[in-house]
Each structure stands twice: as structure tokens, then as C-alpha cells.
Nanobody
Framework: QVQLQESGPGLVKPSQTLSLTCTVS??????????WSWIRQPPGKGLEWMGA???????YYSPSLKSHTSISRDTSNNQFSLQLASVTPEYTAVYYC???????????WGQGTQVTVSS
């Protein structure tokens, strides 16, 4: 069974770049039939799909975040990462990594990591 674990700083200052990493076990990010996604949930709001990376390295982004979002991968460590540039306090949220057979969706979830954007 696929397992995912997010890691990264819990506090980021406004205008900085937020970087998170998802470590995957129980499946390969290059051969499993999944898309590997990032999803977030701001306080008091619903889930927001941010983007995904496929097994071939192709990337897909939410149109509202595409301009300053980047998803990459480290195949040697079976990890994929999220970078969000120029963050604002509105980016405060619980960030999840996930896996699903489609580009948008989540069958397997990480436990989530709280990120607060504050000076």
C-alpha cells in the first residue's frame, strides 16, 4: 500500500518561497499508475488541489496557482516536492501530498503538515 509523508518548515515569512517534500513508500513515483499531487486546506475552508506530477515527470497545475507553483521530483529518493513562490499569509494551510489514478484526486493521503505564513 502506498504511504506518503510530508516534510518541510512549519513557518514561512511573507514573500519567501515555501518548499515541501513528500516521501513515498510502498510504490514508485516513476512506475506506479498514479499521479502524485499536492492539496491544501486553509483554516475554515475546503480542500484545494494545487497540482500534480505524473510518472513520466509531466506536471499539471491549478490555473489559479500556476504562475508561482512548481512541482518536481527526486527519483533516487522516491520523493516529489512543492515550491510556492512569494507566499502571503493567505497561504497558511495544512498541506497534503496524495496519490491517485487521475490527475485530480486522492486515493492515498499523507498525514498533512501545517504551514503558517507570518512575519
Amino acid at each position: 500500500q502506498v504511504q506518503l509523508q510530508e516534510s518541510g518548515p512549519g513557518l514561512v515569512k511573507p514573500s519567501q518561497t515555501l518548499s515541501l517534500t513528500c516521501t513515498v513508500s510502498g510504490g514508485s513515483i516513476t512506475t506506479s499508475f498514479y499521479y502524485w499531487s499536492w492539496i491544501r486546506q486553509p483554516p475554515g475552508k475546503g480542500l484545494e488541489w494545487m497540482g500534480a506530477i505524473g510518472t513520466d515527470g509531466s506536471t499539471y497545475y491549478s490555473p489559479s496557482l500556476k504562475s508561482h507553483t512548481s512541482i518536481s521530483r527526486d527519483t533516487s529518493n522516491n520523493q516529489f516536492s512543492l515550491q510556492l513562490a512569494s507566499v502571503t499569509p493567505e497561504y497558511t494551510a495544512v498541506y497534503y501530498c496524495a496519490a491517485a489514478p487521475g490527475i485530480i484526486g486522492a486515493d492515498y493521503w499523507g498525514q498533512g503538515t501545517q504551514v503558517t505564513v507570518s512575519s
